[in-house]
């Protein structure tokens, strides 16, 4: 009765990209009763490309204001209620999940969405990141700032961007850090409203 989280993950690619999204992220939590498989969804390159000219053109009214468009998945509600649908039936007749009783939950990335590939971090230059390292950068493990470049593998975060708190702010010896990707424990973006 192990679900298996790679052909799951496989399935759900499969499917988003018939649908022209891509899967960001899945997750499965829960026992043997309240079982939750969560997915995150957003539009491919392509579809993202499309929605970045339309909001270039003012033909799209309904962005919300002060959010570049890149951060946006440009999912809506109807693009994952149809994925759902399409997804949760593959699930159901390949059985994937053993077990009658699940929860299928997909949604959009959201604005405060978590960074885990290159592709991420080479996406989202200029924009604030949280971060966590696996082991200490001058002394700490958590930064946040305005990341500025990804290269080789390294990301350099602007300090000066936010208010250091905490340890951080003793830490704050330079105005920019550099901090490897493969130090990364986990991160995510920040929210700029």
């Not at 499917?15 to 969804?41: I, M, P």
């Not at 700032?145 to 702010?169: E, N, P, W």
């Not at 010896?173 to 929210?191: G, P």
Request: charged fraction near 25%.
């Amino acid at each position: 009765m192990a679900v298996q989280l790679d052909q799951i993950r496989a399935t759900a690619e499969r499917v988003a990209a018939s649908h022209n999204l891509e899967l960001v992220d899945l997750e499965f939590q829960g026992g043997v009763k309240f079982r939750t498989l969560r997915v995150f969804v957003e539009k491919n390159a392509a579809e993202r490309a499309k929605l970045a000219e339309l909001a270039a053109n003012e033909a799209v009214a309904d962005l919300p204001k002060g959010v570049p468009v890149e951060r946006l998945s440009g999912v809506t509600h109807e693009d994952c209620a149809v994925f759902a649908q399409d997804f949760g039936t593959v699930l159901d007749v390949e059985d994937l999940i053993p077990g009658a009783e699940y929860t299928l939950e997909v949604s959009s990335p959201g604005l405060e969405r978590k960074l885990f590939r290159p592709e991420d971090f080479t996406r989202f230059q200029g924009s604030l990141v949280k971060l966590q390292t696996f082991t200490p950068v001058n002394k700490n493990r958590q930064w946040q700032g305005r990341l500025t470049k990804f290269a080789d593998g390294v990301l350099t975060i602007d300090l000066s961007a936010v208010k250091q708190k905490g340890k951080a702010k003793k830490a704050v010896t330079e105005s920019t850090v550099d901090i490897a990707l493969a130090n990364v424990e986990k991160a995510n973006l920040v929210a700029e409203i």
